[in-house]
């Protein structure tokens, strides 16, 4: 089992930045292929950005592209987030995920097995 914690959600204006991180404890020796999603209200959680244990793999959704970053360093068992150029429609609730397929870079949510409560972000105009 892997219990995973995210942080540094809040309000920001429109252009500015976040970093979100995602802290793992518990079965943190195997190795896990980790992502973000976002859920907005009244919408779909959807992937915001994923990647393998190695940090080599990664994935954005296109709306992200150029403005986020996602990163590993696993010798901290930590997963961070970079999000710059904020707008208002990445406003939502932030979730961390772990797959224990870690060779692969998930885009759905059913391949991740452990999930964060999530981070509230909150992009004012």
């Known amino acids: 089992q892997v219990q995973l914690v995210e942080s540094g959600g809040g309000l920001v204006q429109a252009g500015g930045s976040l970093r979100l991180s995602c802290a793992a404890s518990?079965?943190?020796?195997?190795?896990?292929?980790m992502g973000w999603f976002r859920q907005a209200p009244g919408k779909e959680r959807e992937i915001v950005a994923a990647?393998?244990?190695?940090?080599?793999?990664?994935y954005y959704t296109d709306s992200v592209k150029g403005r986020f970053t996602i990163s590993v360093d696993n010798a901290k068992n930590t997963m961070y987030l970079q999000m710059n150029s904020l707008k208002p429609e990445d406003t939502a609730v932030y979730y961390c995920a772990a797959d224990r397929d870690d060779l692969r870079v998930g885009v759905r949510s059913e391949e991740f097995d452990y999930w964060g409560q999530g981070t509230q972000v909150t992009v004012s105009s």
């Open positions: 518990g079965r943190t020796f195997r190795r896990y292929a």
């Open positions: 990647i393998s244990w190695s940090g080599i793999n990664t």
